[in-house]
């Protein structure tokens, strides 16, 4: 490619997602073996700022998390742009330093490599139309982005839009792929549209597995056939929740694939049982007070014990109270997160 600039800085914020069916198993080159549907957050997000300059040095890359140099993640990122050569054929000749911050905090339940990964993928999307002096359309912009957020980290990809976001083959969404997430922006019932998703904190402590190991386990899973058959099912399902807005099925989805995946965490070889006291005394409370009060609200789960509480908002007044007064007790420091369904991405002006 011919370059026309030299050197450069390009911030782009993004958002954590929370997955509604859950991408559990992958297969080729970080590719999901089952289609998966999140919904994008709005306050948690990961702001990166990436300067690049012509290449002086073998040691080309720094970064630095929330102001300090954190040389795991930089590793990271170096295998991650070393793998990146088919998509951006510069890299090599190029520098970078590179800095990002979290809205939200560590360990929260909050997949913070969705937001950093994507955000860093836009980045490198934005570089590109500025060495190259070349646009892509807006939708090619972003499937791009999606796919080299994919290659960073799988929930990564959907992270690149707002709303709800599925990736992962499956004839019932036509413009979904493996390589990357397409934005689920058919018509969508008003219930989601202003959904609400409370993260209760139930322990900070660092995850006893990487979500990289988990996918592992189903390499070689008792279960893996079925539950990849029972993810598309539910795949189809929740698609035709989302535009009927019929509540009552979208939390018995929602609660089935959060266990499903806990589940196979537990029953998986070697096994995991990151699910908490505490969460369980969650769940019970939650599920008695949606029948008791006929109420909306029900809970899904990332690879770890914290709980994500979804409602539309229209129930908030009821909800809040009853996470203060009936839950906050069980929660670390008394602890939770608002957050609600968001727009996607932004570019940050430099
Ligand atoms: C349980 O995307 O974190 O949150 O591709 O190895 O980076 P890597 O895994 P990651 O896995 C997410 C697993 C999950 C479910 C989901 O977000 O779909």
Same mark, same amino acid.
């Given at each position: 490619m011919k370059t026309t600039i030299n050197s450069g800085s390009i911030g782009w914020e993004s958002p954590s997602n929370i997955a509604l069916i859950k991408y559990w198993g992958k297969k080729g080159? @970080?590719?999901?073996c089952n289609p998966s549907i999140s919904m994008s957050l709005k306050n948690s997000l990961s702001r990166t700022l990436l300067h690049y300059e012509p290449k002086? =040095?073998? %040691? +080309?890359l720094r970064f630095l998390f929330e102001g300090k140099r954190q040389v795991l993640f930089e590793q990271r990122i170096c295998k991650f742009f070393e793998s990146l050569s088919d998509q951006?054929?510069?890299? %090599?000749d190029y520098q970078f330093s590179i800095s990002s911050e979290n809205t939200f905090p560590h *360990? +929260? $339940?909050? +997949?913070s490599s969705a937001s950093a990964m994507s955000s860093l993928a836009l980045c490198l999307c934005s570089m590109e139309e500025e060495i190259s002096g070349k646009q892509l359309s807006s939708d090619d912009f972003y499937k791009k982005a999606s796919l080299v957020a994919r290659l960073g *980290?799988? /929930?990564?990809?959907?992270? #690149?839009? $707002? $709303?709800f976001v599925a990736w992962g083959e499956s004839?019932?969404?036509? =413009?979904?792929?493996d390589e990357y997430a397409a934005s689920f922006s058919q018509y969508i019932h008003p219930v989601f549209q202003d959904f609400q998703d409370a993260i209760l904190l139930v322990s900070s402590k660092q =995850?006893? #597995? *990487?979500s990289s190991v988990g996918h592992e386990?189903?390499?070689?899973?008792?279960?893996a056939m079925a539950r990849f058959s029972q993810a598309n099912v539910h795949f189809e399902r929740m698609l035709g929740v989302l535009r009927s807005g019929d509540l009552n099925d979208f939390i018995q989805i929602m609660e089935n694939e959060a266990l499903s995946l806990h589940g196979l965490m537990m029953n /998986?070889?070697?096994?995991?049982?990151?699910?908490e006291p505490n969460t369980l005394e969650l769940i019970e409370r939650i599920r008695s007070f949606r029948s008791s009060n006929n109420i909306p609200v029900g809970f899904t789960l990332d690879a770890g014990p914290n709980i994500h509480l979804m409602y539309p908002k229209s129930v908030g007044e009821k909800v809040l109270p009853f996470i203060e007064s @009936?839950? *906050?007790?069980?929660l670390e420091d008394g602890r939770f997160i608002m957050d609600e369904k968001g727009d996607g991405p932004r570019k940050i002006k430099i």
């Open positions: 080159n @970080q590719l999901p002086t =040095k073998e %040691n +080309a951006f054929n510069f890299l %090599n *360990s +929260a $339940g909050i +997949a *980290s799988g /929930s990564a990809s959907r992270s #690149v839009y $707002g $709303g004839p019932s969404f036509s =413009k979904s792929s =995850k006893e #597995v *990487s386990l189903m390499k070689n899973h008792p279960y /998986s070889t070697p096994s995991y049982t990151l699910l @009936q839950l *906050s007790h069980f």
